[in-house]
């Protein structure tokens, strides 16, 4: 009886599933991939030079610029929720939702591995 057991783990950047890949879990316990974070990671960093050596030349104390941490922030709390897709259909690899023991979009039974002409549901 196959089954897919994987849980779905959308980037909150990007969008892509990253189950497979390397990533990072928010405090919040939403993901992004690992390029991605690395990418908001390097911008903070540049962001941070910027501001210590603006701050120097000034003469006054670096300012923290967060705006990119706010940008993670807000696309994290826009993201949609992961609860209802919690895997992959085996057959076509679509996401599919966690109480349904068919795939919605190709008929593939879960529990028997059998597909399901679905063409009379779709009608």
Do not use: H
């Not at 316990?29 to 990418?39: D, L, N, R, S, V």
């Not at 908001?40 to 540049?46: G, M």
């Not at 919605?104 to 679905?118: P, R």
């Amino acid at each position: 009886m196959p089954q897919d057991n994987t849980s779905a783990k959308l980037s909150i950047a990007c969008g892509e599933d990253c189950s497979q890949r390397d990533r990072v879990k928010t405090r919040l316990g939403k993901y992004i991939c690992k390029p991605c974070y690395e990418k908001v990671k390097s911008k903070k960093a540049a962001a941070v030079a910027r501001s210590a050596e603006a701050g120097s030349k000034n003469g006054s104390s670096p300012s923290f610029d967060l705006s990119l941490m706010q940008e993670l922030a807000d696309q994290e709390r826009t993201a949609p929720a992961l609860d209802v897709v919690a895997s992959i259909c085996p057959s076509c690899r679509q996401p599919r939702e966690r109480w349904a023991p068919i795939c919605l979009e190709c008929g593939y039974n879960m529990q028997t591995g059998l597909k399901v002409n679905l063409s009379k549901l779709k009608k």
